[in-house]
């Protein structure tokens, strides 16, 4: 089986930062893209940022300046950290790639979130 686990998540204060972590382990042949996406209470789940394979990066608007995506490929790894944080960005936050199992094709995966929490 193949599984992503977030890490890194809690309670800070606004002004604040926070590294998430989303790990992948198991049957994995290949990675392409990776991706953080979050959702609050009673709203759509909302894209937050993408990376390629090849290290091209993608954000939304609301997070453009303070948010930087990354990843480490020889550890199935991909990182967000968050600075400057405001009370907006709390939201439970999931990790996403796409990969490819041996003798498969590339399918979506997720994470099980993790919750952020910023406080006034």
């Known amino acids: 089986q193949v599984q992503l686990v977030e890490s890194g998540g809690g309670l800070v204060q606004t002004g604040g930062s926070l590294r998430l972590s989303c790990a992948a382990s198991?049957?994995?042949?290949?990675?392409?893209?990776m991706g953080w996406y979050r959702q609050a209470p009673g709203k759509q789940r909302e894209l937050v940022a993408t990376?390629?394979?090849?290290?091209?990066?993608n954000y939304a608007d609301s997070v453009k300046g303070r948010f930087t995506i990354s990843r480490d490929n020889p550890k199935n790894t991909v990182y967000l950290q968050m600075s400057s944080l405001k009370p907006e960005d709390t939201a439970v936050y999931y990790c996403?790639?796409?990969?490819?199992?041996?003798?498969?094709?590339?399918?979506?995966?997720w994470g099980q979130g993790t919750q952020v929490t910023v406080s006034s």
């Open positions: 198991g049957s994995i042949f290949s990675i392409n893209g």
């Open positions: 996403s790639a796409e990969i490819k199992r041996i003798l498969g094709i590339f399918r979506e995966y």
């Open positions: 990376i390629t394979s090849g290290g091209s990066t």
